[in-house]
């Protein structure tokens, strides 16, 4: 099932056919499998009336267009992670860089890069029935996804069976469900060897890191042993209800959120107990966690202190004629005389340690103390540290300077968190190196290695805070999180 000529389109477009008979043509396409041509189709009338039927139409041409062109994605990935260019000698092995040319090109993150290559070797190989429902549109990528993911490391004489039973069901099913299809399947189809994959999978039992979200949340994930998933689920739920049957008026949801989140800062204020593998119990020293907070945010909070007005008051005061709000620019105390927007006063973010920028006021209460270790800092100085040559590993002082300034690993796109990161000496230490801040970079286990192995390189910290972060295949530049704040002068964005 192909594409359909694009002379169809041009007819249409030509002629100036009518909404119905658009979206008549767009449903027939769409039917037929010829994503691009109704995608295309639809574009030249986008400002047209159209029915509620054709514009579901064009949302499922859409779909269809978008899981051709991962389809050509998955090949293109394969094919450049067999070039030979891309594989660098490590202390491992060999390692392949291609996922990573990937993620820096497209700016999505590496393991998201990788699924394009492993889905682009398996459809181009055992698995390509998958591919041809990918190419043909019929699935998504993510069901693409999902049989290579369970299947990949079966046994061929039960992973090809089981994958043609998965396509029969996925065009009706979500991501989900087929993942649901394809672990009973497996266990229908070789319930000896399941037992084998249930004990190698257990062994890849992880917690997610902190991914943050808007507002000052975050998510984390959970791949547990079913039995433990179970068990976490059903104890937050007992602790929700005993909640509720003593007239708590949260919901089960934000109940079952901070009887979580309590258990945690139990544990890092007292420590943990761990049971090792031969049964003993060890217990954790007990954690703090660092937040950044500037001097100004501080400031804030003392009595009598007031404030400048921030950027986002004075557009407030300027937009609703409040003259004691609303600074112009040609009127501000920056020195400018150029007409144009409020200028205001821009504070710099406090910053959590595993996460990143938090609002002030959470900030001030962390501060306060507990198992949050403050640093205050001054935005605008601050004198770089440098130990020389006499000592190869960075003292605390250097250790934390580190961390405030790069917050992340340095490599683009990379959020790892600084402390989780090696420290890197950019002139490596054997070739005269010195162990200073200027000298060292934060950079993630896996990236460390990929700079190490030669597959890339990155600058020195430019006077703006940027660097370059060069790949076998392209260079790329990693901004600065903010612009630079000037004593004088206007608050950039």
């Given at each position: 099932?192909?594409?359909?000529?694009?002379?169809?389109?041009?007819?249409?477009?030509?002629?100036?056919?009518?909404?119905?008979?658009?979206?008549?043509?767009?449903?027939?396409?769409?039917?037929?499998?010829?994503?691009?041509?109704?995608?295309?189709?639809?574009?030249?009338?986008?400002?047209?009336?159209?029915?509620?039927?054709?514009?579901?139409?064009?949302?499922?041409?859409?779909?269809?267009?978008?899981?051709?062109?991962?389809?050509?994605?998955?090949?293109?990935?394969?094919?450049?992670?067999?070039?030979?260019?891309?594989?660098?000698?490590?202390?491992?092995?060999?390692?392949?860089?291609?996922?990573?040319?990937?993620?820096?090109?497209?700016?999505?993150?590496?393991?998201?890069?990788?699924?394009?290559?492993?889905?682009?070797?398996?459809?181009?190989?055992?698995?390509?029935?998958?591919?041809?429902?990918?190419?043909?549109?019929?699935?998504?990528?993510?069901?693409?996804?999902?049989?290579?993911?369970?299947?990949?490391?079966?046994?061929?004489?039960?992973?090809?069976?089981?994958?043609?039973?998965?396509?029969?069901?996925?065009?009706?099913?979500?991501?989900?469900?087929?993942?649901?299809?394809?672990?009973?399947?497996?266990?229908?189809?070789?319930?000896?060897?399941?037992?084998?994959?249930?004990?190698?999978?257990?062994?890849?039992?992880?917690?997610?890191?902190?991914?943050?979200?808007?507002?000052?949340?975050?998510?984390?994930?959970?791949?547990?042993?079913?039995?433990?998933?179970?068990s976490l689920d059903t104890a937050l739920d007992a602790a929700a209800t005993a909640a509720h049957?003593?007239?708590?008026?949260?919901?089960?949801?934000?109940?079952?959120?901070?009887?979580?989140?309590?258990?945690?800062?139990?544990?890092?204020?007292?420590?943990?107990?761990?049971?090792?593998?031969?049964?003993?119990?060890?217990?954790?020293?007990?954690?703090?966690?660092?937040?950044?907070?500037?001097?100004?945010?501080?400031?804030?909070?003392?009595?009598?202190?007031?404030?400048?007005?921030?950027?986002?008051?004075?557009?407030?005061?300027?937009?609703?004629?409040?003259?004691?709000?609303?600074?112009?620019?040609?009127?501000?105390?920056?020195?400018?005389?150029?007409?144009?927007?409020?200028?205001?006063?821009?504070?710099?973010?406090?910053?959590l340690e595993g996460y990143g920028p938090i609002s002030p006021a959470v900030a001030l209460l962390?501060?306060?103390?507990?198992?949050?270790?403050?640093?205050?800092?001054?935005?605008?100085?601050?004198?770089?540290?440098?130990?020389?040559?006499?000592?190869?590993?960075?003292?605390?002082?250097?250790?934390?300077?580190?961390?405030?300034?790069?917050?992340?690993?340095?490599?683009?796109?990379?959020?790892?968190?600084?402390?989780?990161?090696?420290?890197?000496?950019?002139?490596?230490?054997?070739?005269?190196?010195?162990?200073?801040?200027?000298?060292?970079?934060?950079?993630?286990?896996?990236?460390?290695?990929?700079?190490?192995?030669?597959?890339?390189?990155?600058?020195?910290?430019?006077?703006?805070?940027?660097?370059?972060?060069?790949?076998?295949?392209?260079?790329?530049?990693?901004?600065?999180?903010?612009?630079?704040?000037?004593?004088?002068?206007?608050?950039?964005?």
């Amino acid at each position: 099932m192909g594409f359909m000529d694009a002379g169809v389109v041009h007819e249409f477009r030509r002629n100036g056919r009518s909404a119905l008979e658009i979206g008549t043509q767009v449903a027939l396409l769409d039917r037929a499998g010829a994503g691009a041509q109704a995608v295309a189709l639809l574009e030249g009338f986008a400002d047209r009336e159209a029915s509620e039927e054709a514009l579901l139409a064009g949302v499922r041409a859409a779909a269809r267009a978008v899981a051709h062109a991962e389809w050509l994605k998955a090949r293109y990935a394969a094919r450049l992670a067999a070039c030979a260019r891309l594989e660098y000698p490590d202390y491992t092995g060999v390692i392949n860089v291609a996922a990573e040319e990937i993620s820096l090109s497209l700016r999505i993150s590496p393991r998201e890069a990788e699924r394009y290559v492993s889905v682009g070797r398996a459809i181009a190989g055992a698995f390509w029935a998958t591919g041809a429902a990918l190419e043909e549109a019929t699935i998504s990528f993510d069901h693409a996804w999902v049989i290579v993911d369970c299947l990949s490391t079966v046994d061929l004489g039960v992973a090809i069976p089981v994958e043609g039973k998965a396509l029969e069901r996925a065009r009706d099913r979500t991501p989900a469900e087929l993942r649901r299809d394809i672990a009973r399947l497996l266990v229908e189809f070789d319930p000896e060897g399941a037992n084998d994959r249930a004990a190698v999978a257990a062994g890849k039992r992880r917690v997610g890191r902190v991914r943050p979200a808007a507002d000052g949340m975050a998510r984390m994930s959970l791949f547990l042993r079913a039995p433990d998933a179970v068990s976490l689920d059903t104890a937050l739920d007992a602790a929700a209800t005993a909640a509720h049957a003593a007239g708590d008026s949260r919901t089960t949801d934000q109940l079952r959120a901070d009887v979580l989140a309590g258990w945690a800062a139990t544990a890092l204020s007292r420590g943990t107990a761990v049971t090792l593998a031969d049964g003993t119990t060890v217990t954790s020293a007990p954690s703090t966690i660092a937040v950044t907070v500037p001097l100004e945010v501080i400031m804030r909070a003392l009595p009598g202190f007031t404030p400048p007005s921030s950027v986002a008051d004075t557009l407030r005061g300027e937009l609703g004629g409040d003259p004691d709000r609303g600074v112009s620019r040609a009127e501000s105390t920056h020195g400018t005389t150029a007409a144009g927007p409020a200028d205001g006063h821009r504070i710099e973010a406090p910053w959590l340690e595993g996460y990143g920028p938090i609002s002030p006021a959470v900030a001030l209460l962390l501060a306060a103390g507990g198992t949050w270790q403050r640093i205050v800092t001054d935005t605008l100085t601050g004198d770089p540290l440098d130990v020389g040559r006499h000592r190869y590993r960075a003292p605390a002082g250097l250790t934390t300077a580190l961390r405030i300034r790069d917050h992340t690993c340095v490599r683009p796109g990379c959020s790892v968190p600084s402390g989780r990161c090696d420290r890197d000496h950019l002139h490596e230490w054997s070739d005269g190196g010195v162990t200073s801040l200027a000298n060292q970079a934060p950079e993630c286990s896996w990236h460390h290695r990929v700079k190490s192995a030669g597959a890339a390189a990155v600058t020195v910290r430019a006077p703006d805070g940027s660097r370059t972060w060069t790949s076998r295949l392209g260079r790329y530049r990693r901004p600065p999180e903010r612009d630079p704040r000037l004593r004088d002068g206007p608050p950039p964005f």
